[in-house]
């Protein structure tokens, strides 16, 4: 069974929009910061934005801050990305997480508990 489940990836032009979503259960959605991360072209794996209900801290990269907006729904037991203004080099895999921030506040590859599968998200120029 998945623990996180992603939907909402697809094909998009220069400057227009996608929602990415992820549902999880209520434990995992409860107790867990949750976000989206891709992986660098050194193939290391990245927050793109993480929300953690606990701290009220969001996270944003600074390639993708003031374009995507994170957000939850406790009742719909999901996170949701909105993607504006998208640009060729957002073309990659998000992949949805849930887990703990370190003592810095920040979700980092290494604090992640669950993976979700990826989506797929592609902007042709």
């Known amino acids: 069974q998945e623990e996180l489940v992603e939907s909402g990836g697809g094909l998009v032009q220069v400057g227009g929009s996608l929602n990415l979503s992820c549902t999880t259960s209520?434990?995992?959605?409860?107790?867990?910061?949750m976000g989206w991360f891709h992986r660098t072209p050194g193939n290391e794996r990245e927050a793109v934005a993480t929300?953690?209900?606990?701290?009220?801290?969001?996270y944003y990269a600074a390639s993708v801050k003031d374009r995507f907006t994170i957000t939850k729904d406790a009742r719909e037991k999901s996170v949701y990305l909105r993607m504006n203004n998208l640009k060729p080099e957002d073309s990659d895999v998000y992949y949805c997480?849930?887990?703990?921030?370190?003592?810095?506040?920040?979700?980092?590859?290494?604090?992640?508990?669950?993976w979700g599968r990826g989506t797929q998200v592609t902007v042709s120029s």
């Open positions: 209520w434990d995992i959605y409860k107790y867990h910061c």
């Open positions: 929300i953690c209900t606990s701290t009220g801290k969001i």
């Open positions: 997480v849930a887990g703990w921030s370190d003592s810095g506040g920040i979700v980092t590859e290494h604090t992640v508990k669950y």
